[in-house]
């Protein structure tokens, strides 16, 4: 039985065997088998003879109240009605006036009110912005963050600090101030990234994923970048969540972070030192974890690794099977995904000129690919690499896109 979103179990022997309902007077005939009064009624006054269950010829048509079970259901209904009360206020959506009232009165937060403030911004974007320009509940809710010593904290404490981060989470799509959140996590004389990346290390997908969009929304410029990234701990522990096994949704958000916290070369010679970039050759090779999303953030890294010797000596290392895989998404995934895996080809194979990146590209039919995508509607920029490449490739484009507009129409790469 359901009621809403409320699912109940109802006991077999409550049910009437003619209507299958719940019984709200049990009768019981002479054969000892119990109905509800309406429905063994509705059966007799057809013309019936015989208990529906057994089938045997009834000795008389008397009815005998069932007052035990009777008592049992009326016991079982109520409890059902109260916890339909309870779990009826538990996912209530507070109103805005709630809301403000429990943030003025509160100077510190228990669970009940952060879930209640929780479910009132999953609610709507407005709800968020309310939220997100309560300065001073902001401020409460980082304050949380610095006062858990994750030794000796309860789990009744750590549910709370889990609530507050979930929040953060939510709202920080509508903080206005990227910087100035930043600066209150990382920079207030309090230790509040402890407790984010803890979180992310033991909480389960959906807390990972909320702690990973904070620590790419506080990755705001260049110093931000550097104290997230150089948290002890916090680097192995990204890795882990990209490998092939983990959860989509974990892998995009993860990429995300990882791509707004590698711009500064040493944080890139980590994650080179880390083997990022096997992972990330897995990850595009894989297509069961390959989505669009996720393989333009992989290329994204790629590119941005590519900047760096250490990083194209591993991308073209080994049998070269990075930059084979990054050939293979030249094409047929997206505008976004083309340029990132043009820009990483164009940086080995073009500016730095790469033995390993000519055989690797020439192995996969790569030439063709780039005369293709010369064809395509690709941008200035793109198609500048592409020119250059092909130069790298001792390949004459006008000649070859004469060859190829002779028996080809209109190339479209995605």
């Known amino acids: ?51 529906p269950a057994t089938m045997q010829i009834l000795q008389n048509k008397d009815f005998i109240p069932n007052r035990t079970l009777q008592r049992l259901i009326e016991i079982w209904s109520d409890s059902v009605r109260r916890r339909a009360c309870v779990e009826s206020a538990e996912t209530a959506v507070p109103t805005r006036d709630e809301i403000a009232a429990a943030i003025e009165k509160e100077e510190r937060y228990d669970r009940e009110i952060l879930s209640k403030i929780l479910r009132f911004a ?3 974007d407005d709800n968020k912005e309310f ?15 610095s006062q858990v010593d994750f030794k000796t904290t309860s789990t009744a404490k750590l549910l ?9 989470s939510m709202i920080r799509i509508k903080i206005s101030d990227r910087r100035r959140f930043s600066n209150l996590i990382l920079n207030n004389g309090r230790d509040r990234l402890t407790a984010i990346i803890f979180l992310f290390k033991t909480g389960n997908v959906e807390l990972k994923i909320e702690c990973a969009g904070l620590l790419e929304f506080m990755a705001a410029d260049a110093e931000s970048k550097l104290l997230i990234a150089e ?9 882990k969540s990209i490998s092939r096994d983990s959860d989509p949704s974990l892998i995009e958000s993860t990429l995300s972070v990882l791509i707004a916290i590698s711009s500064q070369k040493r944080v890139k010679l980590n994650l ?55 050939v293979k998404k030249l094409m047929k995934v997206s505008t976004a995904a083309t340029e990132h895996a043009v820009t990483v080809l164009w940086s080995v194979s073009y500016l730095f000129k790469e033995d390993k990146a000519l055989e690797a590209v020439t192995s996969t039919n790569g030439v063709t690919k780039i005369l293709l995508l010369l064809q395509s ?24 896109l004469s060859a190829y507009d002779t028996k080809t129409t209109h190339i479209m790469p995605f």
Do not use: H
Request: hydrophobic residues 35%.
């Open 160 to 168: 709370v600090v889990q609530e507050a981060v979930k929040i953060l």
């Open 1 to 51: 039985m359901r009621k809403d979103d409320l699912y109940i179990t109802v006991p077999t022997f409550f049910r009437c065997p003619i209507s299958l309902d719940v019984m709200k007077s049990p009768v019981s005939l002479c054969t000892g088998v119990t109905y509800d009064r309406a429905s063994i009624q509705r059966w007799l006054d057809g013309g019936n003879n015989t208990c």
């Open 377 to 400: 509607n690709c941008s200035p920029a793109v198609r500048r690499m592409l020119t250059d490449l092909l130069k790298v490739f001792k390949v004459n484009s006008r000649s070859c």
């Open 272 to 326: 080179i030192r880390e083997k990022l970039i096997t992972d990330l050759t897995k990850l595009l090779s894989d297509p069961t974890t390959s989505s669009v999303s996720v393989t333009e953030k992989c290329l994204k890294l790629l590119e941005t690794l590519a900047s760096t010797k250490e990083g194209r000596s591993e991308i073209c290392g080994g049998d070269g099977e990075c930059l084979k895989t990054v």
């Open 131 to 145: 939220l997100a320009g309560k300065d001073d509940f902001v401020r409460l809710l980082a304050d949380l963050l």
């Open 231 to 239: 948290r002890d701990g916090l680097i192995s522990e990204l890795m």
């Open 122 to 124: 999953r609610e709507s």
